[in-house]
T-cell receptor, first 117, second 114 residues
Framework: DAGVIQSPRHEVTEMGQEVTLRCKPI?????LFWYRQTMMRGLELLIYFNNNVPIDDSGMPEDRFSAKMPNASFSTLKIQPSEPRDSAVYFC???????????????FGPGTRLTVL | AQSVTQPDIHITVSEGASLELRCNYSYGATPYLFWYVQSPGQGLQLLLK??????LVQGIKGFEAEFKRSQSSFNLRKPSVHWSDAAEYFCAAPFSGGYNKLIFGAGTRLAVHP
């Protein structure tokens, strides 16, 4: 099992540019999560999907952020236009849904370190 | 409001010393609780989890955690720390409104002195 795959691992861009982060979840997992990690705010859940449908996007900071999951094996997080305050590490995670009311482990990708100049 | 609190931001221990990282939760029902570890430049990896039953839970890499309902705590322990344990540790609990969503503590960064 290759685990959760994220690309790119590092992204440096200039303010105002569009940024697209990519994620391939573990096969068979029906939940996908996007997190952002910064020193100031720690680990924040941005959005999560179940069976490719967005369930909770309350953590998405503003309209500049959007996420899609066109199929079970691919998701994108887009920032347009990017700003320096978006600099962070963005993680994708996937899991199987809860079983008999018991939550399952989330498996995290290695993250994408985004720097917006 | 539901919360997970890790009171210690940084902890430094000597290699071979014992370790205890604190985690407190606020939760109405019996919680499900997780400890994750993040090594530098890596994603988070599950160390152990508590769902029910025995309150002392064994995890990977020689870690264990004890659930104490009376103290609303789920502290992580290791009897002898290795230099490779230097990392950031996160306690987490599912959001009461939807178990698939996790609430993470702020994390504790562990440094290990030789």
């Amino acid at each position: 099992d290759a685990g959760v795959i994220q690309s790119p691992r590092h992204e440096v861009t200039e303010m105002g540019q569009e940024v697209t982060l990519r994620c391939k979840p573990i096969s068979g997992h029906d939940y996908l999560f996007w997190y952002r990690q910064t020193m100031m705010r720690g680990l924040e859940l941005l959005i999560y999907f179940n069976n490719n449908v967005p369930i909770d996007d309350s953590g998405m900071p503003e309209d500049r952020f959007s996420a899609k999951m066109p199929n079970a094996s691919f998701s994108t997080l887009k920032i347009q236009p990017s700003e320096p305050r978006d600099s962070a590490v963005y993680f994708c995670a996937s899991s199987r849904g809860q079983l008999a009311g018991v939550p399952n482990e989330q498996f995290f990708g290695p993250g994408t370190r985004l720097t917006v100049l | 409001a539901q919360s997970v609190t890790q009171p210690d931001i940084h902890i430094t221990v000597s290699e071979g010393a014992s370790l205890e990282l604190r985690c407190n939760y606020s939760y109405g029902a019996t919680p499900y609780l997780f400890w994750y570890v993040q090594s530098p430049g890596q994603g988070l990896q599950l160390l152990l989890k508590y769902f029910s039953g025995d309150t002392l839970v064994q995890g990977i890499k020689g870690f264990e955690a004890e659930f104490k309902r009376s103290q609303s705590s789920f502290n992580l322990r290791k009897p002898s720390v290795h230099w490779s344990d230097a990392a950031e540790y996160f306690c987490a609990a599912p959001f009461s409104g939807g178990y698939n969503k996790l609430i993470f503590g702020a994390g504790t960064r562990l440094a290990v002195h030789p």
